[in-house]
């Protein structure tokens, strides 16, 4: 199994938990992180060697990802697995699976790349490299079918994992939060580059919400292991603004506040799951953004809008993503108490939507794979 980031750890220990009843002996190898690690996977690198987002900053690092690719595909062929699972991660993992594939292993892909939303063509990629795709999302499956891939809607894990109603009172308590205060949580990402890009605006916008509501409290989940990275921009965007910075717990932190000021990516639909108004946001290099504009096909980029349909909640991007319009549009939800129950609505819908038992259905076309 390959999970290139945070996320992907997440999915790959989700589903690793429902393998593991089904093959209690199965030995899992690759590259995750500390979740796929609680099920007994062997990380040969860790999952912080692919954490990287947009065009520009994977060029810094392509020696060294590309060098990472051609000794785990060595590896995989001459120790030929009974089955390769690349979960997200697409740019690394379909050129992998390719190779894998082309040498007789049987290969599957675990979230299907966003072909619905921009590069459309890598559909005919997905076609060589993958033996089988599951998707987390109900309309994926048919689209693929049009292109003669096999696939399965298998749900989204954070569904199941995320209870239905939100135990906002017993993480306040968990958390040390009063009852009655209104918290702010901010999460720029999981990504180094995402926190260099997001960071700053996230936390002077945290500053210019403190400047306007002394009384509001924000906090800040911190991956494990990027605390050391996230202090001196505190110190030099948020100075003075009373922002916790907590290792993990970030779904403690969003079952606890009242609005979310956020990174797009998969903590969006993380903060749908729990019922939450947010501000989706998202900066990269400019060269990376444009990019990514030209290739786009829908006008949302967030998943809670994907998956809707419409903005029900607003995205600022790039240069739009000031500090000012993403206080306004903080306070917005905060000033707004109708709106975010019409809000919560369409969030439980969503959530009803997803929840599939993922590991259960993910496991059943695994073995149909490893069958065939």
Same mark, same amino acid.
């Given at each position: ?23 209690p ?7 995750g ?37 051609? $000794?785990?595909?060595q ?39 966003s ?26 499956? !048919? ?13 989204h ?11 906002? $009172? ?148 790039? !240069? ?17 108490p109708?709106?975010c ?16 038992n993922?590991? $259960? ?12």
């Amino acid at each position: 199994m390959v999970a290139g980031e945070a996320s992907g750890d997440l999915l790959a220990g989700l589903v690793l938990g429902g393998m593991r009843q089904r093959w209690p002996d199965a030995r899992v190898q690759g590259i995750g992180g500390p979740r796929m690690a609680e099920h007994g996977f062997e990380a040969w690198w860790p999952h912080e060697k692919l954490a990287v987002r947009g065009y520009v900053e994977v060029l810094r690092h392509y020696r060294e990802i590309a060098g990472i690719r051609r $000794q785990l595909a060595q590896r995989l062929l001459d120790e030929r697995p009974d089955l390769f699972i690349g979960v997200d991660a697409p740019d690394f993992n379909l050129g992998l699976e390719e190779q894998l594939r082309a040498g007789g292993i049987r290969t599957i892909q675990f979230v299907c790349p966003s072909i619905w939303a921009w590069r459309g063509k890598r559909v005919h990629r997905i076609r060589r490299s993958a033996d089988h795709v599951l998707c987390l999302f109900p309309f994926e499956p !048919e689209l693929l079918a049009q292109h003669d891939i096999p696939a399965t809607y298998v749900g989204h894990p954070l569904a199941d994992t995320i209870p239905l109603e939100v135990p906002r $009172q017993a993480s306040r308590l968990s958390l040390g939060v009063a009852p009655d205060g209104v918290v702010v949580a901010l999460l720029p990402g999981s990504r180094r580059s995402e926190i260099e890009y997001n960071g700053p605006k996230i936390l002077a916008a945290a500053a210019e919400l403190h400047r306007r509501r002394p009384q509001l409290q924000f906090l800040l989940p911190v991956v494990p292991g990027l605390r050391a990275m996230v202090e001196p921009l505190l110190s030099r965007h948020a100075a003075g603004v009373p922002i916790r910075l907590l290792d993990g717990r970030s779904h403690e932190v969003l079952a606890a506040c009242d609005t979310v000021l956020i990174a797009s990516g998969t903590a969006t639909l993380e903060a749908a799951l729990f019922k939450k108004p947010m501000v989706i946001t998202y900066s990269m290099h400019w060269l990376s953004a444009a990019i990514m504009r030209r290739m786009g096909y829908l006008p949302w980029v967030g998943l809670p809008n994907i998956l809707c349909r419409e903005f029900v909640v607003p995205e600022l991007l790039q !240069e739009a993503a000031t500090p000012q319009s993403l206080a306004d549009a903080t306070l917005a939800w905060l000033d707004d108490p109708q709106r975010c129950e019409a809000l919560t609505g369409r969030f439980t819908e969503l959530h009803h939507l997803l929840r599939r038992n993922t590991a $259960q259905a993910a496991t059943d076309a695994i073995a149909k794979v490893l069958e065939a």
